[in-house]
Structure formats: C-alpha cells, structure tokens
C-alpha cells in the first residue's frame, strides 16, 4: 500500500522497531527517519509537538540520556528550554514518533500506531517478546 508514513526511528530501540514492524504488517513501508543520525529542524520538531497534541515535556526521553545531568527534572523550565535540549541532545527526544496522514502520534507503546494507520494489520503480530499485540484475522489483540 502507498501511504506517505514517516517514523522517526532508533533502530536500537526495542519500541521503535515494533512500531515499525507493526507499520509493515499493515502493508506499508514508511519513510525511516532515523533522528539520531538527522535530526529534525527545531522548526519541524515544534510542529510535530503540536500535531501530536503533547507537550515538549511529553516528548522528553529520560532513560538512557543526559536528562538528569542536564537539570530537565525541573518544572519551572520552560517548552522552549525543552525544546533546545532536545535540537541539542537529539537523544532526549523520545520515540518512536510516527506521522500518517491520520495524525501524529508518539507510539509507546507501540500498537498505539494502530490508531493512526490507513490500513489494517495484515495479519498477526507479536512484539520481540512474544506479546501478541495482532491475531491472526488482523485485529489487535487489547491487555
């Protein structure tokens, strides 16, 4: 199926790679942005905050970056403080983010991308773990 999906993906992300995977079930290939490698513009990371209806807050990774070193606990620190943390330590920006034309949509967990897909599932799909997510008829499989 054509569809124009972009993820902003870190291959060494167990998540990201089932969003992905869960992308290709349903007969798409997406457009793979990893952001490690080409971060997004500040301009197009504000846009896909609002798109996605989250705050910069909403999107900040902390495990596993400079979160805790950088002070970014701190409330008082404004979305625009957020946001250079983010275009400076592209890390901090949390993922998988996913943009259909269906929304955009930060996908932890990862068949939270279901709900923003033109297409169904193709077929059953079960995370890295073993967790069935999708049956065999393509519907997904609710905890």
Do not use: W
């Amino acid at each position: 199926m054509i569809a124009d999906i972009v993820i902003y993906h870190n291959p060494e992300c167990g998540t990201s790679r089932n969003t992905l995977a869960l992308i290709r079930n349903a007969g798409i290939e997406p457009h793979i942005v990893e952001y490690l490698k080409t971060p997004p513009s500040r301009a197009l990371l504000e846009q896909l905050i609002e798109r996605a209806g989250i705050s910069p807050r909403d999107l900040l990774r902390e495990k596993g970056t400079s979160y805790a070193e950088l002070g970014l606990g701190d409330e008082s620190l404004g979305d625009a403080a957020l946001v250079d943390a983010m275009m400076a330590h592209p890390m901090l920006i949390n993922r998988p983010l996913v943009v259909s034309p269906l929304g955009v949509k930060l996908c932890r967990p990862c068949e939270a991308v279901i709900d923003i897909l033109p297409a169904r599932q193709l077929g059953a799909f079960a995370k890295e773990d073993g967790e069935q997510v999708v049956d065999a008829a393509g519907n997904h499989v609710q905890a």
